[in-house]
């Protein structure tokens, strides 16, 4: 008992050093939902050929985009849940032009059991400051 009173600070130091460990792992699969950066994008885009879901507006999408990747605007979504129907049980990127309408894409589709859902981490800025390739 007398470590603990002469070590407070430290022992408080230790477990405040571990939640600051811990906190980022847990908001990175928030929800169910994996947030990934720009290179685990690629790596899961690649390695386990997931698709690509787009939510910008068809404007947005036309100025540039990742490669192979399947445009629904989020104002779609809702209607348009048929037509991905044969990915709720494989991974699916979600992507918008920052990552604010993708994380509501993504709570939508996990609300519909999608279950290996992502969300690219900064969205397009992320994508384009990484000088990673487009498609148009």
Request: overall charge positive; glycine content about 8%.
């Given at each position: ?8 600070l ?57 490669q ?41 589709l ?14 397009m ?12």
């Amino acid at each position: 008992m007398e470590f603990f009173k002469q070590n407070v600070l430290l022992i408080g130091l230790a477990i405040g050093s571990g939640i600051a460990l811990i906190l980022p792992l847990l908001s990175r699969s928030a929800a169910g939902v994996t947030v990934l950066s720009v290179t685990e994008a690629v790596m899961l885009m690649s390695r386990k050929s997931a698709l690509v879901l787009d939510v910008r507006e068809p404007d947005e999408f036309a100025q540039g985009h990742l490669q192979g990747a399947r445009n629904i605007p989020l104002s779609q979504l809702d209607a348009r849940l048929k037509e991905l129907e044969k990915y709720r049980e494989k991974p699916v990127m979600v992507v918008c032009e920052r990552g604010g309408r993708a994380t509501k894409a993504a709570k939508l589709l996990k609300a519909q059991q999608f279950t290996a859902l992502h969300v690219l981490k900064g969205g397009m800025q992320a994508w384009l400051e990484a000088k990673m390739p487009t498609g148009k």
